[in-house]
């Protein structure tokens, strides 16, 4: 038998389906599908039975899961992101434009021209100049300058 013919077929035929819906939709899930159906269309064409093919499946999948996925992750992390906007208002100085209270989690800054949401460890009345610390998504910390 072939990877033409019957089951070894239909098991090519998931593998090339579940890559391309990973390709589409990356979240490093379906790729490992695609591999244990490649597994699956060889025992198919090796001629075992249905529940062997099965079970090549099952196992071809797990190992792929724990032995690239780790090494795939890795891979995708240490790739460089876009960069925030935040990330270059890092050490910059700007205006209190609303009041900044700590303790209810309000506050404005002016950078550059820019209006942003700010929050400080301590009370920053409005005019108040202020250094950008960090930021926490699209939210900046603040300290006085």
């Known amino acids: 038998m072939s990877f033409l013919e019957g089951p070894a077929l ?8 579940a890559a391309i819906v990973e390709v589409v939709l ?15 269309a060889v025992a198919a064409a090796a001629g075992l039975s249905l529940p062997f093919q ?3 499946f099952a196992i071809v999948l797990t190992l792929s899961l724990f032995l690239l996925r780790p090494r795939l992750m890795r891979l995708r992390s240490a790739a460089p992101g876009v960069p925030s906007r935040t990330e270059q208002l890092t050490g910059k100085d700007g205006i209190v434009t609303q ?5 209810v989690g309000t506050g404005r ?10 929050r400080s460890a301590d009370a920053i009345p409005t005019g108040t100049r202020v250094r950008v610390a960090g ?8 300290r006085r300058s």
């Open 10 to 17: 239909g098991w090519f035929a998931l593998a090339v389906v």
């Open 26 to 40: 990356p979240h490093f899930g379906l790729i490992f599908a695609a591999i244990g159906a490649v597994g699956g």
């Open 54 to 56: 099965i079970v090549v």
């Open 99 to 103: 009041d900044i209270d700590p303790l």
């Open 109 to 118: 800054v002016n950078i550059g021209g820019e209006d942003w949401a700010a």
């Open 135 to 142: 930021a926490d998504g699209i939210v900046l910390e603040v």
